[in-house]
């Protein structure tokens, strides 16, 4: 590891001006391209105390021998000549997008004689004008076959083309009249050229024109009585504007722009990129990247357009570029890319309107990419494997942790406390094994202590189960000595119930009838009778709390208190995705690269995943929660009757006993009933509009806490 005070600049020697940098290792390899408006400036940061810089920043310092720069004069050519640079040394410390999957595009071969329409995927080529990528090239062959009708164009490969110019015969295309034949002199070169610029200006956007111009000449063709010919012109404008209906109106205006949204974690980032060409989506592509340096949102969209754009030109540069963030150096961007463009390029974030609604929808898809790569990843059993033998190596585990469960605490403010339990077996989630906990022994907000008692509940079920198998001997003790032992945190079984109790306040992913009784002394199978394994008949191998060294600790100790010493423990924290184990002051920190924090971290993202959607179904339940839940007996439906009688819970709280009894469905009994519960019930405070100071009538059931 190299100290980088042994290789800083004097102070002085770097240039306060524009630049571009190279930090090199100690076998001059390149590691790391950056830019700077101010390279004085830009660099001072790297060589401050090493302890205060991001950890990805530290171990690229570190990892580098030396730092060298390049002036420029403007933050374009900066912008230029990084980009540059970063292809050609491909440094390890950059952010690389991979592309996911090889798009195909659409391309006519402009260069050649007789240009051919057909799919192309990989690098761009000179001289041929691509339309797309599409995310299928099923999709690409239906829009062909249909515009093939009026665009007879060339779609046969060159050993075909020849066989057809040496026999003087065409391919079944010419006969059938989708192809016009060049390759026996149907047609000149100039012609068919022609209709190759028709089919990319039509592919292009400049749609309308055309077909009105098809319309008028069947007018024509129909007032001369040339109906055949009319009706061919007829199936020629239905067939264009059934390739049109492929891509739909998305932007009005015939806009040309393209949209990119960025989905992002600790570990990697997937763009998403919408092409848009006359208002309609022309095109989708996307890419994964590992974040290998520290960058923000700002910067990957800046690397994104460089990745985009770096090798375009003209038109393929769009007049508009919509981004969730904006670079940090704006408008040398904007300028870069109206450079490359020709003329003047936009380049904003969308604040409303049609814009701004499909640029969710490229986040939506953003946001599926990132989860369908580490779905991907995760469901290779190779990779599982390798996962699970680094998380036993790096914890010091006996065997691989086949089974484990991750616990995570959820609440607003310390109002509706829930916890989490997920389970993964052999690397994959098992959703049937899933629990829901309430916090029950105490109010607030204490994290800790909320561990502290999920993890009891948990485990004491367990061991319950274990007595109820007949696994459990005296000389362990027995859960009711280890219950006695959890002290008042542990008075309630992961139902919430005293020990022994049946039944089940919590709420299984998948629910379980509940066992019946045994006979006495006789070891029952932890197995129900359709050969599921009862609820928390088996312990993990490995507990995973959300959290550092504080919740670390509680889960420790509460399966200490409960004599429970073969479940190993560990925490993984946010800040940096350190793993803490117990009763140790330095985490263990796990390789970047490393396929078994992958799946901590996807265990533990799916431990939060399911607690705060529990939390918000709490919540959304309490704020919802209406004075009439209270009177027994009175269902959904006559609620329902009361409030649409009434209007609002106000007026039917003004209403009579003989007022209420006149709701279809609701007796005097019951109406008294909803009389007194309303009486009892405080009305909520009337809403104020804090625009006009109007005092809003309470118009549904609701009240507020």
């Known amino acids: 590891m190299a100290d980088p005070s042994s290789y800083r600049p004097k102070p002085g020697q770097i240039p306060d001006s524009p630049g571009v940098y190279k930090f090199r290792d100690d076998h001059r390899r390149v590691i790391y391209v950056g830019k700077a408006k101010s390279l004085r400036q830009r660099l001072a940061n790297y060589f401050q105390d090493l302890a205060g810089l991001h950890p990805r920043t530290r171990s690229m310092v570190t990892t580098a021998a030396s730092v060298e720069w390049t002036v420029v004069s403007t933050e374009v050519e900066a912008l230029q000549l990084e980009y540059s640079w970063i292809k050609e040394f491909d440094p390890r410390f950059n952010v690389k997008y991979r592309d996911d999957k090889s798009y195909p595009s659409l391309a006519v071969t402009l260069n050649e004689e007789f240009p051919r329409v057909q799919v192309m995927r990989g690098a761009k080529k000179k001289g041929v004008r691509y339309f797309g990528p599409y995310a299928h090239a099923w999709a690409i062959r239906e829009t062909v076959d249909l515009m093939l009708r009026v665009f007879p164009v060339r779609t046969c490969s060159a050993g075909v083309f020849k066989n057809a110019e040496r026999t003087g015969r065409p391919c079944l295309l010419g006969y059938i009249g989708k192809c016009s034949a060049?390759?026996?002199?149907?047609?000149?070169?100039?012609?068919?050229?022609?209709?190759?610029?028709?089919?990319?200006?039509?592919?292009?956007g400049r749609t309308g024109a055309y077909i009105r111009r098809l319309e008028k000449r069947m007018t024509e063709a129909a007032e001369d009585?040339?109906?055949?010919?009319?009706?061919?012109?007829?199936?020629?404008?239905?067939?264009?504007?059934?390739?049109?209906?492929?891509?739909?109106?998305?932007?009005?205006?015939?806009t040309d722009a393209d949209l990119i949204a960025v989905a992002e974690d600790e570990l990697e980032a997937a763009v998403q990129i919408f092409h848009v060409r006359g208002g309609r989506v022309r095109g989708q592509r996307g890419w994964v990247t590992d974040k290998v340096e520290a960058?923000?949102?700002?910067?990957?969209?800046?690397?994104?357009?460089?990745?985009?754009?770096?090798?375009?030109?003209?038109?393929?540069?769009?007049?508009?570029?919509?981004?969730?963030?904006?670079?940090?150096?704006?408008?040398?961007?904007?300028q870069w890319l109206s450079d490359r463009r020709g003329s003047q390029v936009s380049l904003r974030i969308p604040q409303r309107g049609d814009k701004k609604d499909l640029m969710e929808t490229v986040g939506r898809n953003a946001r599926q990419a990132l989860v369908l790569h580490k779905t991907k990843r995760a469901s290779d059993l190779t990779t599982r494997s390798r996962a699970?033998?680094?998380?036993?190596?790096?914890?010091?585990?006996?065997?691989?942790?086949?089974?484990?469960?991750?616990?995570?605490?959820?609440?607003?403010?310390?109002?509706?406390?829930?916890?989490?339990?997920?389970?993964?077996?052999?690397?994959?989630?098992?959703?049937?094994?899933?629990?829901?906990?309430?916090?029950?022994t105490f109010e607030g907000q204490d994290d800790v202590r909320s561990m502290h008692e999920v993890i009891s509940r948990r485990f004491r079920r367990y061991l319950q189960e274990k007595e109820r198998t007949g696994e459990w001997t005296e000389a362990q003790g027995g859960p009711e000595s280890a219950g006695a032992e959890a002290g008042a945190g542990g008075g309630t079984d992961p139902t919430g119930q005293p020990p022994g109790a049946a039944g089940s306040a919590d709420h299984p992913a998948a629910g379980a009838a509940?066992?019946?009784?045994?006979?006495?002394?006789?070891?029952?199978?932890?197995?129900?009778?359709?050969?599921?394994?009862?609820?928390?008949?088996?312990?993990?191998?490995?507990?995973?709390?959300?959290?550092?060294?504080?919740?670390?600790?509680?889960?420790?100790?509460?399966?200490?208190?409960?004599?429970?010493?073969?479940?190993?423990?560990?925490g993984l924290a946010k800040r940096l995705e350190e793993v803490w184990?117990?009763?140790?002051?330095?985490?263990?920190?796990?390789?970047?690269?490393?396929?078994?924090?992958?799946?901590?971290?996807?265990?533990?993202?799916?431990?939060?995943?399911?607690?705060?959607?529990?939390?918000?179904?709490?919540?959304?339940?309490?704020?919802?929660?209406?004075?009439?839940?209270?009177?027994?007996?009175?269902?959904?439906?006559?609620?329902?009757?009361?409030?649409?009688?009434?209007?609002?819970?106000?007026?039917?709280?003004?209403?009579?006993?003989?007022?209420?009894?006149?709701?279809?469905?609701?007796?005097?009994?019951t109406a008294e009933s909803v009389a007194l519960a309303l009486a009892r019930a405080a009305p909520a405070a009337p809403a104020v509009n804090t625009a006009t100071g109007e005092i809003m009538e309470d118009d549904g059931g609701t009240t507020h806490d």
């Open 182 to 204: 060049p390759c026996v002199g149907r047609v000149t070169p100039e012609e068919h050229r022609e209709l190759a610029e028709e089919f990319c200006d039509f592919m292009a």
């Open 225 to 254: 009585m040339e109906y055949e010919r009319a009706a061919r012109l007829r199936d020629d404008i239905g067939a264009l504007r059934r390739a049109m209906e492929k891509n739909a109106v998305v932007l009005a205006d015939a």
């Open 295 to 334: 960058v923000e949102t700002s910067g990957l969209v800046e690397h994104a357009l460089q990745q985009l754009y770096g090798e375009e030109s003209g038109d393929a540069v769009p007049k508009e570029v919509l981004v969730p963030a904006l670079p940090e150096e704006t408008d040398a961007v904007a």
């Open 388 to 440: 699970l033998e680094e998380i036993a190596e790096a914890l010091g585990l006996d065997s691989a942790p086949l089974r484990i469960e991750c616990f995570d605490i959820s609440h607003l403010q310390g109002q509706d406390v829930v916890a989490s339990m997920v389970v993964f077996e052999d690397g994959l989630s098992r959703k049937s094994e899933y629990r829901r906990f309430q916090i029950k």
């Open 514 to 570: 509940p066992a019946g009784p045994e006979a006495p002394g006789e070891p029952v199978s932890p197995l129900d009778d359709d050969g599921r394994p009862k609820r928390f008949a088996y312990p993990p191998q490995l507990v995973v709390v959300d959290g550092g060294q504080p919740q670390v600790a509680a889960a420790r100790r509460a399966l200490d208190e409960l004599g429970i010493d073969d479940v190993a423990v560990c």
């Open 581 to 669: 184990l117990p009763e140790e002051d330095d985490p263990v920190v796990l390789p970047r690269s490393s396929e078994g924090l992958y799946l901590l971290q996807r265990v533990r993202d799916e431990a939060h995943r399911f607690a705060i959607t529990y939390q918000r179904a709490k919540r959304a339940k309490r704020v919802r929660t209406s004075p009439l839940d209270d009177v027994t007996g009175l269902g959904e439906t006559r609620k329902q009757a009361l409030i649409k009688h009434f209007g609002s819970v106000k007026r039917l709280r003004q209403a009579t006993i003989d007022q209420i009894c006149e709701v279809p469905g609701v007796g005097r009994k």
